[in-house]
């Protein structure tokens, strides 16, 4: 039940929002305790009823999660309300972010807030085990795994495979 402030960071395309969706299945929030944003969809407003939400029981269990994509982008003064709120998160919420910026570029008072999680691109091995999920020739799949240059998005694209698709194959 502890509050928990994770910071994705890696370079584009390579599995940081997939890892957060997972991330959020295993703290037991779903649709309805989740609250999935972009970094320039966070405006005051839009936080403070995030705030005064969080602050409510939740009845069914599981942590209630703010998620939200690309935190470099939120706005100037939307952050520092994003910072209170970081400061005060009841328990059985989390903070969940993604970002493509090294934590060094972003502000020093949201490195310390939050556990910062640095993801390096998947090996072309990996991708290729990825790809052997799916009924594609063995050779095409090395091929792809090693031209995407650790960009999992761009092999998936490349093998046809739709990104729902690898989403439900992935859970």
């Not at 928990?4 to 395309?13: D, I």
């Not at 320039?40 to 839009?46: E, S």
């Not at 939400?53 to 939200?68: A, D, K, M, P, S």
Request: charged residues 25%; hydrophobic residues 40%.
């Amino acid at each position: 039940g502890k509050p928990l402030k994770l910071l994705f960071h890696g370079a584009p395309s390579i599995g940081k929002s997939s890892l957060m969706q997972h991330a959020v299945s295993i703290l037991g929030a779903d649709k309805w305790t989740t609250h999935k944003l972009n970094g320039t969809q966070c405006k005051v407003d839009v936080l403070d009823g995030l705030a005064f939400e969080f602050r409510q029981t939740n009845l069914f269990g599981g942590y209630r999660v703010l998620w939200i994509e690309e935190v470099d982008t939120v706005p100037s003064v939307a952050q520092i309300r994003l910072l209170t709120i970081l400061d005060d998160l009841p328990k059985d919420t989390a903070v969940i972010c993604t970002t493509n910026k090294k934590p060094e570029h972003l502000e020093e008072r949201y490195q310390t807030r939050f556990h910062v999680i640095d993801l390096q691109p998947p090996t072309a091995d990996q991708i290729h085990q990825l790809l052997k999920r799916w009924p594609i020739d063995d050779q095409e799949a090395r091929n792809i795994a090693e031209f995407a240059c650790g960009n999992v998005r761009q092999a998936l694209l490349d093998a046809d495979i739709p990104s729902l698709q690898f989403q439900q194959q992935a859970a």
